[in-house]
């Protein structure tokens, strides 16, 4: 996989006119400068770490003045996930000066984990690296004019015994005219079935329509100018039903009714015909899939414009249905990506109580829902499963 992945990056690369990314790289730059700040040991021993962040504690990692832009970030951190919840580590950056951030996300769903989860995921922009995720990695571009910090906070109940980070970026005088500015957003919704139902696939009769969106889940709500450049979308499915009849809808400077909307979770997401297979692309794949019988459990899904951004002038209000016409209840989670022309604040900020996901539903779990389907039906031993 990580060889047919860096072919695939070097052929995007040199199927490109000279202003590819390849070219871009051996011309000299004037005015620029590379610099970094890590968490490598000053006394210039090997104790490169930040230690002992309590419960409850924040950590500046980076706190730099005037204008430059981030191109990579590497973080590792101590004990692992199995005893560390990496969904109760928050990661926020601020841009210029600002008191609010612009991004906000435990750090797992940021960089490619869900649910506490630690598994390999590969694309452009970010990745979560062996030993079977054990590194966070990012190489979007995030500028700034005036001044860039990075905190985290420890929102476990745990304490982190070692924090390893890498941050480069370069300082210039000036930044490139419209230069955005990086916004990255974690939401959870654990959605809400239709009073008649989970009617999904027309299982339980006709089914209604959706024109305009109103109880989608939401990916973002932007309001500016500037350009969405994807998303990770984490996706935890009660039940063995395809999860991905929910198409996405998107409203462009303030639209009333979506103006591009799509064929359906997987097609929105560059595959087809409900797919249940490991697959990493630099701009969309499928890192994570179920174990379980049909889509019971959870799944990882992203996709990132990197080609193909969502432009918009004014706002940018970017959904999906759960199921068609949001007729599932689906525990639903994911972090957004966009660039806008100044700093904004996010739309709202989730508890740790808020973030927490619901159990993935099992094999005990249908047998005991089969139990009661036969006490319900007389409890007749000749019953298979399929009677109305």
């Given at each position: ?96 000066g ?41 190489y ?63 299982t ?35 039940s ?48 994570r ?10 799944t ?30 689906l ?53 298979w499963?399929?009677?109305?």
């Open positions: 996989m990580i060889i047919l992945l860096i072919m695939i990056q070097s052929g995007i690369g040199f199927s490109q006119n000279f202003g590819n990314e390849l070219f871009s790289l051996s011309q000299i730059k004037e005015g620029v400068k590379s610099r970094r700040v890590g968490s490598y040991d000053k006394t210039g021993g090997n104790d490169d770490c930040l230690k002992g962040i309590k419960p409850g504690e924040k950590a500046t990692i980076m706190d730099v003045k005037g204008a430059g832009a981030i191109s990579h970030i590497w973080i590792t951190i101590a004990p692992g996930a199995d005893v560390l919840n990496r969904n109760d580590i928050i990661i926020r950056m601020f841009w210029d600002n008191s609010f951030p612009s991004v906000e996300s435990p750090i797992g769903p940021f960089f490619g984990n869900g649910w506490n989860e630690t598994y390999n995921f590969v694309s452009a922009p970010l990745a979560v690296t062996p030993g079977w995720g054990k590194s966070y990695v990012s979007f571009a995030m500028p700034f004019a005036e001044g860039a910090r990075i905190e985290i906070e420890n929102q476990s109940d745990k304490e982190i015994s070692s924090f390893y980070f890498n941050i480069d970026y370069v300082e210039m005088k000036k930044l490139p005219e419209n230069s955005g500015r990086f916004h990255a957003w974690f939401n959870h919704e654990v959605t809400e079935a239709l009073p008649g139902g989970e009617n999904e696939w027309a339980l009769g006709e089914q209604g329509k959706n024109t305009t969106g109103k109880d989608n889940y939401v990916f973002a709500d932007i309001k500016g100018k500037g350009q969405f450049v994807g998303v990770n979308y984490y996706v935890n499915c009660p063995t039903m395809w999860y991905g009849e929910g198409d996405e809808m998107i409203s462009i400077d303030g639209e009333t009714t979506p103006s591009i909307i799509g064929t359906g979770t997987e097609d929105f997401f560059n595959t087809s015909w409900c797919p249940k297979e490991l697959f990493q692309h630099p701009y969309f794949g499928y890192p899939v179920n174990n379980e019988t049909g889509w019971l459990g959870h990882h899904l992203y996709r990132f414009f990197i080609q193909d951004p969502f432009y918009f002038d004014k706002a940018c209000k970017f959904t999906i249905e759960h199921g068609h016409n949001n007729n599932l209840t525990d639903l989670a994911s972090v957004a990506y966009w660039y806008q022309d100044k700093a904004a604040s996010l739309p709202r900020t989730f508890t740790k109580e808020e973030r927490q996901p619901k159990p993935v539903i099992g094999p005990s779990d249908i047998h005991l829902w089969r139990n009661s389907w036969r006490i319900d039906k007389g409890n007749k031993t000749t019953l499963g399929n009677e109305k």
